[in-house]
């Protein structure tokens, strides 16, 4: 997640079973995130292990039912509980969502925004949960700042979010069990996580000879740094359209909620405090909001007024959306990455380089080591496919003058490291037949008690 943190240190492979802080030490973010991690993974671990992919206490909660009103409604009942892979999900009541804004339009959400209204439900169909962990901040959520500071917030949290979604099914899929093997297939859920491998020995020259390559090339930053790098758009490392992806050395976490867009005009709520949180003209954007949560669109800062809280963007032949007070409810923001031109891209052996440009405003995964800054370069696995959002995170340390990076077997080649994934988890709730009529999908938990 985009949170200002010094780095993330749980990892389920290590097998810790809980932190321990001494006397006397400073205490660190990564080790209360840590503690928090390790007890959440054994808890939504042992719910899945008990209860399976999905399921539920059973009563009203989250039970659907479907009617033809107002261009077809889909009910959810409420309150109750269910759990998806772990997830504890809640509804305190009954809601009605318009089928047209559950319906996904076949099997793409971003076909479904381009082509406009999907088209209408017809019978049989399915109704299933998708649901998923995001941050929220102060920004987000108001009451989580002490107005006692004075201004700054301190921690973030996470929430568990589900929202409804219906599919369309053939003839013949009028069962539970027919219908969801062939749904949660379509659903591209991506076993495959293609890694990366980071190092620090790369250096920028103008000239880019390799014999002015220092012999200890090494992290020089200033400052100790978690650099995430982050799948813009999908692609084949390789191919004829490789993925590309944004970075940051901040974990993506500096971002500017925005009061109004208009054109290229920006009004935001606040800019930096400081030069190294702020924006200045060059610098790439995206632009994103509660409905784009995934993927937004890069743009290129082309003034800023800081006495305003006025940001002006390149002008290009794409539209930006419009943001006015209205559209406070979906959180729009700037959030800023810090690739920029050239790119330096060097051979297997470190020496040799040359360079290329962003496209779009994203770095191209080709097949190379790909130099973000200050020494730091990346390299994705050739041959091998990215999704977008795929990330990675990477501490930079001044004191080692390196990257906290894993080895290989040799002991001296960065290790290939998986990719994490923003994780999005499904669950059937109902197969609609006809009005009124559902076969429901819910498994009911039975209780070790009878009151």
């Known amino acids: 997640m985009h949170v200002d943190i010094t780095r993330d240190t749980f990892d389920p492979a290590r097998h810790f079973s809980r932190v321990l802080m001494q006397q006397g030490r400073v205490p660190l973010d990564a080790d209360l995130n840590e503690q928090s991690s390790i007890l959440l993974h054994y808890l939504r671990t042992l719910t899945a292990d ?17 009617t033809t009103q107002n261009g077809g409604t889909i009910a959810v009942g409420g309150p109750g509980r269910y759990y998806v892979n772990g997830l504890l999900c809640e509804i305190e009541g009954d809601q009605s969502i318009p089928a047209s804004q559950a319906t996904r339009g076949g099997r793409s959400d971003a076909a479904a925004a381009d082509g406009g209204a999907p088209p209408p439900l017809t019978y049989p169909f399915i109704v299933f949960m998708e649901v998923w962990e995001q941050l929220v901040t102060a920004y987000h959520q108001p009451l989580l700042r002490e107005t006692a500071l004075g201004g700054p917030d301190t921690a973030a949290r996470t929430q568990v979010m ?33 890694g990366l491998q980071v190092r620090a020995g790369g250096t920028s020259t103008d000239t880019l000879d390799p014999c002015v390559l220092p012999p200890d090339a090494r992290y020089r930053g200033m400052e100790n740094q978690l650099y995430r790098v982050e799948v813009h758009t999908r692609g084949d490392v390789g191919g004829a359209t490789p993925p590309t992806f944004k970075w940051s050395r901040e974990n993506g976490s500096v971002a500017f909620p925005i009061r109004s867009l208009s054109g290229v005009e920006v009004e935001v709520e606040t800019l930096g405090l400081d030069p190294r949180l702020d924006l200045a003209p060059g610098d790439w954007v995206e632009i994103l909001d509660d409905q784009r949560a995934g993927r937004g669109m890069l743009a290129r800062v082309a003034d800023v007024d800081r006495d305003g809280l006025r940001v002006t963007l390149e002008d290009t032949d794409d539209d930006y959306p419009e943001y006015s007070e209205k559209h406070a409810v979906i959180h729009p923001l700037l959030r800023r990455w810090d690739q920029s031109d050239p790119v330096v891209l060097r051979g297997n052996d470190g020496t040799s380089a040359t360079k290329g440009t962003l496209r779009d405003g994203a770095v191209e995964a080709v097949d190379a080591w790909i130099e973000l800054e200050a020494g730091i370069i990346v390299r994705f696995q050739p041959n091998k496919r990215y999704l977008e ?36 988890f499904y669950a059937p709730l109902g ?12 498994r009911t938990i039975n209780k070790l008690v009878t009151p």
Not at 50 to 66: D, I, Q, R, S, T
């Open 431 to 442: 197969v609609v037949t006809a009005e009124n009529t559902v076969n429901d999908c819910r």
């Open 162 to 194: 589900w929202r409804i979604r219906a599919e369309q099914l053939q003839a013949g899929q009028g069962t539970c069990a027919a219908a969801w093997p062939a749904v949660l297939g379509g659903l591209g859920v991506a076993a495959d996580r293609n």
């Open 50 to 66: 008990l209860l399976g992919p999905h399921a539920g206490p059973g009563g009203n909660g989250f039970k659907v039912g479907y």
């Open 389 to 424: 959002g795929d990330y990675w995170l990477i501490p930079a340390r001044v004191a080692t003058g390196d990257v906290e990076w894993p080895r290989a077997a040799n002991g001296t080649d960065p290790a290939v490291v998986p990719a994490r994934r923003p994780e999005r």
